[in-house]
């Protein structure tokens, strides 16, 4: 996507407040940007063309955008909010939320989810990067699964495990 056009025109920094949660791009080359207070949605040009703010949509600290089906779904991680969620990136409608696994018996105490990502079959890793560093694995339909990981810095280890990435194979 190129940018284009005067980006202070329609919100200001002092605006949007802290944006370090994260920007992704949908296929029609709008950009999502995530802010203490809610979602901000870009045109190329740098037009506010759409904002999903308070509630479900403040504190992202990651996000992620990905196509299913007929639409595109944004995935974010809420630290503060303890889960993570997906949501239509259209409508703004929360589908899914991903919650503490009670299941994974590990009697966590904290619950602070720092990111996200989606595997290709839809499997959805969520980081508990400000608390226990356990990396927790849902199904595409919020069912917990797994974990791993730990508080470390040895092997199978994380210390602030504040990012998740894949590869792309």
């Given amino acids: 996507t190129r940018l284009q056009g005067d980006w202070s025109s329609d919100v200001c920094s002092s605006d949007l407040g802290p944006t370090h949660g994260g920007v992704v791009v949908d296929k029609a080359g709008n950009i999502y940007t995530s802010a203490d207070q809610g979602v901000y949605v870009f045109s190329p040009d740098g037009k506010v063309i759409q904002s999903y703010l308070g509630g479900d949509y403040t504190r992202l600290h990651d996000i992620e955008i990905r196509e299913e089906g007929n639409g595109e779904f944004i995935y974010g991680a809420r630290n503060a909010n303890a889960e993570g969620i997906k949501f ?82």
């Fill in 88 to 169: 239509n990136a259209a409508s703004g409608e929360v589908v899914l939320r991903f919650k503490y696994p009670e299941e994974s018996g590990l009697n966590l105490k904290q619950f602070n989810p720092t990111a996200i990502t989606v595997a290709p079959n839809g499997d959805v890793y969520l980081s508990n990067g400000y608390a226990s560093n356990h990396i927790f694995r849902y199904d595409k339909n919020g069912k917990y699964l797994s974990h791993f990981g730990t508080q470390g810095n040895g092997l199978k280890e994380f210390n602030t495990a504040h990012e998740i990435g894949r590869a792309h194979v």
